[in-house]
């Protein structure tokens, strides 16, 4: 914390919540906005995979379609990384401003769909914006978080996502009862987004990108991103290709499995609406202080073994759950597999920007994410063939699970950025 700087008091965390050092006020006033599209960003995820039944019904989509249909979603992250990327050119906060507006505008035309072409349409354009905004968030937070609380900035990212899988729980458990059903849902979510964007308005730009654009103000900005590439591939070739495979591996791995999760319960488990609820809410509660626990655990011994336990754990409890478990075993392993999940990727998340320069780490986190979640479709598109072939979901999703290896092997390979300054790590 700077001198002279006032001292963020985060009161509206209890004591063993908060972080491991001391911040400044605006570190916490940047980190609750950041964290609110975090919110969302896990709000709007959850409720296509709690109201998947609903609409698959109305959209007319059948099973052998519900993992291609999310791999579309998927294409937005190619547009989402050009938009992420130009953060490296104007700017974190201008490009944080356009996101949120455009996530709510795709969110409300989602509940304004008739069909499915419509719906496709809807939710890649809501996904362009959220993409990118998720990306961006993780930036900020590398940026501005205090070196010995950035593992706790993470894991309180992945804390927020779970409370908007709370409240897409919520929301859900009434479907039946609100007027147009899951269109609803989606009303709901996009209102606050407006909201969330008029407060940023005030947000301000990150300390080291001031810092980088004083150096580079007198060069254009096509010559700064052909150098940012050309320079990126030069300087951090093997950091750079371990942060792609592991971010890959991990995607293709787990992506059907939490997409189709809330499905399967209601339809492995013959759960309703207020049944699924009545899982999750439990389930999610718990993860919330967990997850922020684990981020400041991962600042006392390091990223590395704390990821490489949280993926680990994801994917042992994911193969067990898809297993078709008896009912009594299987909130503890949704509890677990889910946990790990949001933990094991926002460290990741995290990590590829800590070991990166800051000329470099909106593009870098672009490329993770358009990675991560391109290897996701491809697996989701390969989960509706293996449906077909093995005649459930369950044994098609067992199957992708193959490539968790890969990103534990990836994880020991990277360098341990947990207690160094940025700039530390960057040399």
């Avoid at 019904?57 to 989402?80: D, M």
């Avoid at 495979?245 to 992506?255: D, L, N, P």
């Avoid at 704390?306 to 898809?322: E, H, I, Q, R």
């Avoid at 509890?335 to 780490?361: K, Q």
């Amino acid at each position: 914390m700077k001198d002279g700087a006032a001292p963020a008091r985060f009161r509206w965390l209890p004591p063993f919540l908060r972080p491991p050092v001391g911040m400044e006020v605006r570190q916490e006033q940047i980190f609750l906005l950041v964290g609110a599209a975090a919110l969302f960003a896990g709000y709007d995820a959850n409720v296509f995979g709690l109201a998947l039944p609903q609409i698959q019904t109305s959209l007319h989509i059948p099973n052998n379609q519900v993992g291609p249909t999310i791999s579309y979603f998927r294409l937005a992250t190619i547009a989402a990384l050009l938009i992420c990327a130009s953060a490296d050119l104007i700017g974190r906060r201008r490009l944080l401003l356009y996101t949120i507006l455009g996530q709510a505008i795709g969110t409300l035309l989602t509940a304004a769909t008739q069909d499915y072409g419509q719906f496709v349409a809807a939710q890649i354009l809501t996904r362009v914006f959220g993409y990118a905004e998720e990306m961006l968030c993780f930036v900020v937070i590398a940026e501005e978080m205090a070196a010995a609380a950035r593992g706790w900035a993470n894991g309180g990212l992945a804390t927020f996502y779970y409370l908007g899988a709370v409240a897409a729980a919520v929301v859900f458990a009434g479907i039946n009862l609100l007027p147009e059903g899951w269109r609803a849902i989606y009303v709901v979510g996009a209102m606050p987004l407006f909201f969330v964007a008029w407060l940023r308005r005030r947000m301000p730009e990150t300390r080291r990108f001031d810092e980088l654009a004083v150096v580079s103000q007198t060069r254009t900005k096509a010559a700064l991103a052909w150098s940012l590439v050309r320079d990126l591939a030069r300087e951090h070739p093997w950091r750079f290709l371990t942060v792609l495979v592991t971010a890959g591996a991990y995607g293709f791995a787990i992506s059907p499995a939490t997409s189709l999760g809330p499905m399967f319960v209601q339809t492995a488990y013959h759960y309703s609406p207020a049944q699924a609820t009545a899982l999750f809410l439990p389930v999610t509660l718990i993860s919330l202080a967990l997850a922020i626990l684990t981020g400041r655990l991962s600042d006392r011994i390091g990223r590395k073994p704390v990821s490489f336990a949280m993926v680990a754990l994801s994917g042992t409890c994911f193969v067990f759950f898809y297993a078709g478990v008896p009912a009594l075993w299987m909130p503890l392993l949704w509890l677990l597999g889910f946990f790990g999940f949001f933990c094991g990727d926002a460290l990741i998340a995290g990590y590829a920007l800590e070991i990166m320069p800051t000329r470099y780490r909106a593009t870098v986190s672009g490329l993770r994410y358009l990675v991560e979640v391109s290897a996701g479709a491809v697996s989701l598109a390969l989960e509706g063939r293996l449906y077909d072939r093995f005649g459930g979901h369950g044994p098609a999703i067992q199957w992708l699970m193959a490539a968790i290896p890969l990103t534990l092997l990836a994880v020991l390979f990277l360098p341990e950025p947990a207690g160094r300054t940025l700039e530390e790590m960057a040399a």
